[in-house]
């Protein structure tokens, strides 16, 4: 529906509509950053999330912290690259995963009523949960 607001009064408050995004997570070639505002000095800064090695950017718009995002890595990688070490890679596949032994009990029993091992079982429950949570 189309409003003309030229027919409201100014001190009407009209609804408000937010939009759902997650504008301070980037991901590029499997690494993920996130962006902060500096409010102060009017930047946008970031650092890579997923590995112990610092990669920091910033840029004054989304696009420029964006495409300082994709240079640093770059030049993290080709680093590495240059040194002869592997740089560190994102994540390893392997998720330690501690609980109550109630819990551990009640996803014993969940994993083998669906047929399967607790591992297979989480990683469905776990990888489904984690995509409804990203893409909502």
Not at 7 to 18: A, E, G, M, N
Not at 46 to 69: C, H, M, P, S
Not at 122 to 134: H, K, P, Q, S, Y
Request: net charge negative.
């Amino acid at each position: 529906m189309q409003h003309n607001f030229t027919d409201y009064p100014k001190s009407v408050i009209l609804p408000f509509r937010r939009l759902r995004t997650d504008p301070t997570m980037l991901t590029y070639k499997n690494y993920t950053a996130q962006i902060e505002v500096d409010t102060e000095n009017g930047i946008l800064f970031g650092r890579v999330l997923d590995i112990k090695d610092v990669i920091t950017f910033q840029g004054k718009t989304v696009e420029e912290a964006r495409q300082a995002f994709y240079d640093s890595l770059d030049d993290y990688l080709e680093f590495c690259e240059e040194l002869g070490e592997k740089p560190e890679k994102p994540f390893s596949g392997k998720l330690p995963f501690r609980t109550t032994p109630e819990y551990h009990r009640q996803i014993f029993i969940a994993a083998k009523k669906a047929g399967k091992s607790i591992n297979a079982w989480m990683e469905e429950v776990l990888a489904d949960a984690a995509t409804r949570a990203i893409h909502t």
